[in-house]
T-cell receptor, first 113, second 115 residues
Framework: DAKTTQPPSMDCAEGRAANLPCNHS???????VYWYRQIHSQGPQYIIH???NNETNEMASLIITEDRKSSTLILPHATLRDTAVYYC??????????????FGKGITLSVRP | EAGVAQSPRYKIIEKRQSVAFWCNPI?????LYWYQQILGQGPKLLIQ????????DSQLPKDRFSAERLKGVDSTLKIQPAKLEDSAVYLC?????????????FGEGSRLTVL
């Protein structure tokens, strides 16, 4: 699976949008971009994933560049409860394939009041 | 819907002792994973089961770690003998799809401290 690069940390003000960047310049055509987050003392939680089109769900939006070499996770209105480590992961997602979900160190998002 | 259950939440042992962790996945989830998370790092996959068969155990230190999922439902992870570097949170996750599914549901983890 391709590797990802994320800055170690960032912060944003409560109520503002949080834009979390991820670089995956070696991504292959059959690799998806996944985002998970881990709130302190909890297990990771799935947020969203995408292949090349932008995706949105009730938690966040995922914007993938046209060349697919980077992406941005957007939390539209960050709250204090969004303070967590966010992991960007790329992996092959073919039915029946054995592809590990490999976590890096992630980016620590701190939402300030 | 009940989530992934793990026990115990916390365990303190001395080095060279043994310990076992238990996981009950979400009902109907065929795929089960054990991850190890050392402080300050992301989770690392130890072993992946599809029903009661092992799909991937390439990163499991087999000289001291073992895991089983005998009836394709709950699972146990054992460490014997424990070393200081085994201090970590052991996370269990399950997935409704096959090995290719990327949406995993994690439990809260079992925190192990080895003295």
């Amino acid at each position: 699976d391709a590797k990802t690069t994320q800055p170690p940390s960032m912060d944003c003000a409560e109520g503002r949008a949080a834009n979390l960047p991820c670089n995956h310049s070696t991504i292959s055509g059959n690799e998806y971009v996944y985002w998970y987050r881990q709130i302190h003392s909890q297990g990771p939680q799935y947020i969203i994933h995408g292949l090349k089109n932008n995706e949105t769900n009730e938690m966040a939006s995922l914007i993938i560049t046209e060349d697919r070499k980077s992406s941005t996770l957007i939390l539209p209105h960050a709250t204090l409860r969004d303070t967590a480590v966010y992991y960007c992961i790329v992996r092959v997602a073919l039915i029946g394939a054995n592809s590990k979900l490999t976590f890096g160190k992630g980016i620590t998002l701190s939402v300030r009041p | 819907e009940a989530g992934v259950a793990q026990s115990p939440r916390y365990k303190i042992i001395e080095k060279r002792q043994s310990v076992a962790f238990w996981c009950n996945p979400i009902s109907g989830h065929a795929t089960l994973y054990w991850y190890q998370q050392i402080l300050g790092q992301g989770p690392k996959l130890l072993i992946q089961f599809q029903n009661n068969g092992v799909v991937d155990d390439s990163q499991l230190p087999k000289d001291r770690f073992s895991a089983e999922r005998l009836k394709g439902v709950d699972s146990t992870l054992k460490i014997q003998p424990a070393k200081l570097e085994d201090s970590a949170v052991y996370l269990c996750a399950s997935s409704p799809g096959g090995p290719g599914s990327g949406e995993l549901f994690f439990g809260e983890g079992s925190r192990l401290t080895v003295l």
